[in-house]
């Protein structure tokens, strides 16, 4: 599964990617509208995954067309009552349908029944809705370096995906190789293993020697998922054709016909995720997760010391990973829309956040004062808690056949 794992994510995403690709089925919606303003603005939506059918029908008809969608001759129907002013429609157009239509189906509706309204009310103050069309401008602001390379508009984009991707790798880590040490420790107090070990080494290096060589397992299989990542980036370069070497630039000229189709966007992406600086990333993810790793197994090597079984554990394990889904939360909402905020670069240094939080600023580039200060509070926060758990440790280790509490755990913090 470590060498397997990279080629099933990227086949889940290509599989994903050709699914959001397949065409929806068509739906066939009638329209009775009483107004006789909107036939011509919904047939032009006949493109965009439905068919409407404009119906002008009588009281009794409309009655037995509601029938007709109950036996499902017809996927919906739009009621549009008759009115004096167009401006009372809202909350009096009716959908009516046997199953409940998707978000984007009603907002579509609504858009075209707002923009005729729209265009309406335009008229009766005389106003010309061609000059106020041709009045409306789209711009789009044209992204290059300070070195005169073409920069790809969805670069952030970008770095937010790998921030986020590093960032989860490192939490999800976290819980599966600490939850290792945990059930090391239970698995050796229940099959009495424990007494005996013990008898030749010291409780505090028994956990250290725990975490330590849980850890080297885990950076192996990430080096082996890197190693076989950036080989299926070489592979994706070359088969669209990028250049991938030092000082490389693309013409703006044919950037801008690069960008026309998906082959051209492709190139620019993986240009630009080779421009970011993935040795800092990468080596940033190994010092974090050795940090971060070293810091919570910790923990959970003392609650395993303190329980005989994983039922019991249960009650510890909540705080300890709560501050790494509250660092998710902070790095997906607010390192997303200010990286070098303030909120960002708090929890960029708090020790039980920071692995996470600050794995996701670096793609935004960091000064390098900051990692300094952050990597030296996680490991200044690990050596203090390692202190801690080890007196945990120490007591519990050969306690048997009683469910610590919170109040216990804290007399042996003071043996």
């Not at 990617?17 to 047939?43: C, N, P, Q, V």
């Not at 590093?166 to 819980?175: E, K």
């Not at 950076?219 to 998922?225: N, Y």
């Amino acid at each position: 599964m470590t060498f397997l794992s990279p080629l099933l994510f990227v086949a889940i995403a290509v599989f994903i990617g050709y699914l959001s690709s397949m065409k929806a089925e068509t739906k066939y919606i009638a329209i009775h509208d009483e107004t006789g303003l909107f036939a011509s603005d919904f047939l032009k939506e006949n493109k965009k995954g439905a068919e409407f059918n404009y119906l002008n029908l009588s009281e009794a008809n409309v009655n037995a067309l509601k029938d007709s969608i109950t036996k499902e001759n017809f996927d919906g129907l739009i009621l549009i009552p008759k009115t004096e002013n167009v401006n009372d429609l809202s909350g009096k157009i009716e959908f009516i349908s046997n199953n409940s239509p998707s978000i984007s189906f009603i907002e579509n509706t609504q858009d075209v029944i707002a923009s005729k309204i729209t265009k309406i009310n335009l008229e009766k103050l005389k106003l010309d809705t061609l000059a106020i069309q041709k009045a409306q401008s789209n711009v789009n602001i044209h992204l290059v370096k300070a070195s005169g390379e073409e920069s790809l508009k969805g670069l952030n984009e970008i770095k937010i995906g790998i921030g986020g991707a590093f960032g989860y790798l490192i939490m999800m880590f976290i819980i599966i190789y600490g939850n290792m040490v945990m059930r090391s420790v239970i698995e050796e107090k229940t099959n009495r293993i424990i007494e005996i070990i013990i008898s030749s080494v010291k409780p505090f290096q028994l956990m250290i020697g725990k975490i330590i060589g849980t850890s080297l397992a885990g950076i192996l299989q990430f080096m082996i998922w890197a190693i076989i990542g950036l080989g299926l980036m070489f592979a994706a370069s070359a088969f669209f054709g990028v250049n991938v070497g030092p000082g490389t630039n693309i013409p703006p000229a044919m950037a801008q016909s690069m960008q026309q189709d998906f082959s051209g966007i492709v190139q620019m992406g993986l240009k630009e995720a080779w421009n970011l600086p993935i040795a800092s990333i990468l080596i940033g993810f190994v010092i974090y997760f050795i940090g971060g790793y070293f810091l919570y197994s910790s923990f959970y090597a003392a609650i395993g010391a303190a329980v005989d079984n994983q039922t019991d554990s249960q009650q510890f394990l909540l705080p300890i990973i709560m501050p790494l889904i509250l660092s998710v939360y902070i790095g997906f909402f607010t390192v997303v829309n200010d990286p070098h905020g303030t909120v960002a670069v708090a929890f960029s240094m708090i020790p039980l956040t920071s692995p996470i939080v600050m794995l996701m600023r670096i793609p935004f580039g960091v000064p390098w004062w900051q990692i300094a200060i952050s990597v030296s509070l996680l490991f200044a926060t690990f050596f203090l808690v390692v202190w801690f758990a080890a007196k945990i440790y120490r007591v519990g280790i050969l306690m048997y056949g009683k469910k610590p509490t919170w109040k216990e755990l804290y007399k042996w913090l003071k043996y």
